[in-house]
């Protein structure tokens, strides 16, 4: 019978590792553009499917999107948005505050 971890004690494990948390921070942007992503389609009640039927793309290039497999375009962005009834905004903000 083998045993299983909880998800919570292996994350707890690596952020311990200071290669993972440079790794994870490196990605920090990433993921949460990939989050977002999925919250406006989710929010907007729509399947992957959906949204890019929205879009006039393929339910393979909003699931690449949705796992940060592509860095999408702001031409994408905005697509996104108004296929989800919501507003794009991008932001700058300084490092370290």
Known sequence: M????P???LFAEWRKDPDY????EAQAEEFALA???IKARADAGLTQEELAQRMGT???VIARLE???SRPSTTT???????TGTRLRVSF???GV
């Open 7 to 9: 998800m919570e004690t």
């Open 21 to 24: 948390v440079r790794e994870f």
């Open 93 to 95: 903000e300084r490092v």
């Open 77 to 83: 962005l905005a697509r996104v948005a108004k296929a």
């Open 2 to 5: 083998s045993k299983t971890i």
């Open 67 to 69: 796992g940060g497999k």
């Open 58 to 60: 393929t339910q393979s």
């Open 35 to 37: 989050t977002a992503l």
